[in-house]
Nanobody, 122 residues
Framework: VQLQASGGGLVQAGGSLRLSCAAS????????MGWFRQAPGKEREFVAGILRIGSTYYAGSVKGRFAISKDNAENTVSLQMNSLKPEDTAVYYC?????????????????WGPGTQVTVSS
């Protein structure tokens, strides 16, 4: 499956952004979808995931502020980010996995989009 994320940008602390990821070339509904992020000088980290049945799971740092959702008819997955903080600044990546559980490991995700920059100013 091929992935393309969009919706990044510059926002002030406390603001909101919505990221979208369009999937093509695969059976979208059969994948676990996830969002990861990578800040300069840091490792890529898990942000949010959504299972095939629609259950969601989050990193502790974003729980209660971010919400992941998907539309199987449109082959899209979105990440609504609210109450953004400067530490949320990173390149955000959409990813797809064929595992059958709520994985948070980047190595479990076999398909990745090119990433979109999110910058939160203080």
């Amino acid at each position: 499956v091929q992935l393309q994320a969009s919706g990044g940008g510059l926002v002030q602390a406390g603001g909101s952004l919505r990221l979208s990821c369009a999937a093509s070339g695969g059976s979208f509904s059969s994948y676990v979808m996830g969002w990861f992020r990578q800040a300069p000088g840091k490792e890529r980290e898990f942000v949010a995931g959504i299972l095939r049945i629609g259950s969601t799971y989050y990193a502790g740092s974003v729980k209660g502020r971010f919400a992941i959702s998907k539309d199987n008819a449109e082959n899209t997955v979105s990440l609504q980010m609210n109450s953004l903080k400067p530490e949320d600044t990173a390149v955000y990546y959409c990813a797809a996995s064929r595992v059958l559980y709520d994985t948070r490991l980047p190595t479990d995700f076999g398909s990745w989009g090119p990433g979109t920059q999110v910058t939160v100013s203080s």
